[in-house]
């Protein structure tokens, strides 16, 4: 049973106008150091650059993105990305990401569920994978829930300046 918060998400395709409130939860998450591959520093997409992903994102067949809305404002976002090799083409993977404030309030549940739903529907996806760290465990305990399963790991795959290393946890579940 959906909460009243969830009530009151909105779930939609991404549109380019977008791209700015998706740059800014894009660098706040990267900001956070826990959960992204990417340094701060190493992250330099502009508005531009995210307003050409949106749109290639949106006319290619086997890709999409969803933004989560509340009262007109995006607090999330995830995305879908596909293969290019023709034995890929019925595989692809997904990245999330939430506002802080905005976790742990069941939208990234709601996000994945039409992303599995749109996945489901598509004539060409059979599998949907996503990597996330070892130390994720609220988002491997969820995934979990959703019917993902852990396929493997990548081994100290990730490492910190700190000299601590971090697993790629590497999940799928099929839609077909």
């Known amino acids: ?40 520093t190493e992250f330099k997409k502009t508005t531009e650059d995210h307003q050409e992903w949106i749109s290639n994102i949106l006319n290619h067949e086997r890709e999409t993105m969803l933004v989560a809305e509340y009262e007109n404002n995006v607090v999330g976002w995830i995305v879908f990305l596909s293969h290019e090799r023709m034995r890929m083409h019925h595989i692809g993977s997904f990245a999330i990401m939430l506002q802080k404030e905005w976790r742990n309030k069941g939208i990234g549940k709601l996000m994945i569920h039409e992303l599995l739903s749109w996945a489901e529907k598509h004539p060409l996806i059979e599998k949907v994978t996503l990597g996330t760290f070892s130390t994720n465990t609220r988002a491997i ?20 300046g700190n000299g601590e290393y971090v697993d790629d946890v590497l999940m799928y579940k099929w839609v077909k």
Request: net charge positive; proline share 3%.
């Open 1 to 40: 049973m959906p909460t009243k918060l969830e009530k009151k998400i909105t779930i939609r395709t991404v549109r380019v106008e977008d791209a700015e409130a998706i740059i800014q939860i894009h660098r706040a998450v990267i900001s956070e150091h826990d959960y992204f591959i990417a340094l701060p």
């Open 141 to 160: 305990e969820l995934y979990k829930k959703l019917g993902f399963i852990e396929e493997g790991r990548k081994v100290k795959e990730f490492k910190f």
